[in-house]
Each structure stands twice: as C-alpha cells, then as structure tokens.
C-alpha cells in the first residue's frame, strides 16, 4: 500500500473488497468467453527462450490485461495514486507483481527500479500513454527501459467481440459475457543501446508506430468475428 499517505478506514475497507470483486468478476467473465491469440509466436520467441521482455500496453487496455496476462510473474508499472492501490490489489491476485510510480508522480525512482528489475531477468509492463495521457502517444519511460535494460518491447492489445467502450479519455473496453478476447501480439522490438536525441524520437516513432498497427489489427478481427453475431 502506498506510504506516502494515510487512508481513512472507509478507504482500507474499499482496497480491501472492490479488486477482490473486480477479480471475482473478471473472472466470471473469463468463464463465459473465448480468447484468439494474433502474432502469439512473438511472445512464444521470448517465453519459449526464457527471455525478458517489456508489455507495451495502451492504457485503454488496462482494465483487462492483468486477467488475460496473468501468472506470468511480470512486473506492472502502476500510478502512485490512490486509484493505484487498486490496480495492484488485481494485478497481484493474478499473479504478478507492481511497480509503484508514473510520470508525473515517483517516475524516476520507479524507473530505475523498473531497469533493475528488468537487468535481473524478470519482465515488465508499461502503458506508455499512462496515467493521464494523451492517449495513444508513446511517452519516453517506455523507450529508456528498453534501452537501458536491452530488453525487447512487445506490444500487446485486445478488443472484444460484445464489449462497451467507457466515455473516459482511454476509451477503456469494458468486455461483455460471452465475448471472444482477441489478444494480439506484435513483433518484439529491440532498442539500440547508444542513441542521439533524434535517434531516440525515431524509435519513440517507431515503437509508437508498432503499437498502432498491432491495435488496428486487432480492432479489424474483432469486428470480423463479431459480424456473423450481428446477423443472428
């Protein structure tokens, strides 16, 4: 729990049930769904190998991704805010593990403590367009733990075939019983270790890039899968 504040008692009780609730119920919804995998031999190349590698997911995505991603003993870049303390209640009931900061809030500490982790071998997760945005741009936290941990970035997005779409500036996916999840995987990105300021932009780009493509594709066979649904 972040110590940097005190909570009331109505806030302990409210850490303490809603993420048992959320994860209660994400995983009634699992139950009732199927799950496609796009690209999943980009993540078999690394997981296979024993390698490290670093989720790059947008922050639209986040309310999932601790389900569909779990027991992988990764470590999640999560907001030192109180909304955080939320986060990684699930993301621990799934199976991995957090990093507490952001941009905007303990971003250096946590980043070094996100490089150390991932020189050890242990694999991480980001959303590079967390915690406030602007959505869909890629912010430089990303890029630096990839450089200087030399560990390949592997973009990951889902869309769902029923789900809602939340009015919030991520546009959260909001998944509805008996949903198809599909996850997609994009190619493993490796950043050189000695970049120029302008080199640097170009891999932000390019990484950025990577991450929209992989979106858009998914977005595209979701909606494929979900036309015969329509019609019935």
């Known amino acids: 729990m972040d110590r940097s504040r005190k909570f009331t008692f109505k806030e302990r ?3 303490a049930v809603i993420p048992r609730l959320v994860v209660w119920f994400q995983k009634l919804i699992g139950l009732t769904s199927k799950r496609i995998n796009l690209g999943g031999e980009h993540f078999d190349s690394l ?5 490290p590698w670093i989720f790059a997911i947008w922050h639209t995505n986040v309310l999932y991704s601790p389900y569909l991603l ?8 999560i907001s030192a805010s109180r ?3 939320f986060i990684e209640s699930v993301v621990r009931q ?44 890629v912010q430089p936290g990303l890029i630096m733990s990839a450089q200087l941990s030399q560990v390949a ?11 809602k779409i ?3 500036w991520d546009a959260h996916r909001l998944p509805l019983p008996f949903t198809t999840f599909v996850c997609s995987y994009g190619e493993p990105i490796l950043i050189p270790r000695q970049l120029s300021p302008e080199e640097f932009e170009a891999q932000r780009l390019k990484v950025e890039r990577a991450m929209l493509e992989n979106r858009e594709r998914c977005i595209a066979e979701a909606k494929r899968l ?6 019935t």
Not at 94 to 106: D, E, L, M, P, V
Not at 226 to 231: D, G, I, M, N, T
Request: with cysteine; net charge positive.
């Open 13 to 15: 009780i409210q850490i």
């Open 47 to 51: 997981h296979g190998a024993n390698k």
């Open 70 to 77: 779990r027991d992988l003993n990764t470590a999640v870049m």
């Open 83 to 85: 909304d955080g303390e």
């Open 94 to 137: 799934f199976g991995n593990t957090s990093i507490r900061g952001s941009t905007s809030r303990g971003g250096g500490a946590a980043l070094k403590e996100m490089i150390g982790h991932l020189r050890k071998g242990f694999s991480a997760a980001i959303t590079p367009d967390g915690p406030r945005g602007p959505a869909l741009i």
């Open 153 to 163: 970035i592997l973009p990951f997005h889902y869309e769902c075939t029923r789900q």
């Open 166 to 168: 939340a009015k919030s």
């Open 226 to 231: 979900a036309r015969p649904l329509e019609q």
